[in-house]
């Protein structure tokens, strides 16, 4: 088989035997694999306002104004993705996650890796073990205020 394919495998997951002929081949080049995933935001009964200013990491791409100081909740791919992205353009990025474990589910070498490089190197601020519970509007500034409390 050529290196550059991409198989459909539910034929042998279900009969647990290659049928090359119901695989489902692809060849290319290169191939991006997209799960499709949909972005969550917190509910209000675990963050005060949270669907008052909130954003997805689906809107950051629709923003009509630059974002300016951003905190990003969470520590998957796609959290630490927009937070580097924003940070290497110059913006004061924090990530809040719940735990000390960034890239659940990676190599926690590799992880550790990124996330050092991320808050070393990109100026990128982590704060583990602490969520959001309240967002406020400053009235006087007009700024969002985020009160987080540790895990």
């Known amino acids: 088989?050529?290196?550059?394919?991409?198989?459909?495998?539910?034929?042998y997951y279900e009969t647990k035997k290659f049928n090359d002929e119901k695989l489902g081949k692809i060849t290319a080049d290169y191939i991006v694999v997209a799960t499709g995933g949909r972005p969550r935001l917190l509910s209000n009964k675990q963050c005060e306002n949270s669907d008052k200013y909130s954003?997805?990491?689906?809107?950051?791409?629709?923003?009509?104004?630059?974002?300016?100081?951003?905190?990003v909740v969470g520590g998957g791919y796609i959290a630490l993705e927009n937070a580097g992205f924003m940070s290497e353009l110059g913006y004061d990025v924090?990530?809040?996650?719940?735990?000390?474990v960034f890239l659940r589910g990676f190599d926690r070498d590799m992880a550790?890796?990124?996330?050092?490089?991320?808050?070393?190197?990109?100026?990128?601020?982590?704060?583990?073990?602490?969520?959001?519970?309240?967002?406020?509007?400053?009235?006087?500034?007009?700024?969002?205020?985020?009160?987080?409390?540790?895990?």
């Open 55 to 71: 954003i997805s990491s689906d809107d950051i791409f629709s923003m009509k104004q630059e974002p300016n100081k951003t905190l």
């Open 112 to 151: 550790d890796l990124i996330t050092g490089h991320l808050e070393h190197h990109s100026g990128l601020k982590l704060m583990p073990w602490h969520l959001p519970f309240k967002i406020e509007k400053n009235q006087s500034t007009g700024k969002l205020e985020v009160n987080a409390k540790h895990q």
């Open 94 to 100: 924090t990530i809040m996650n719940r735990t000390d």
């Open 1 to 11: 088989m050529d290196p550059n394919t991409l198989i459909n495998l539910k034929e």
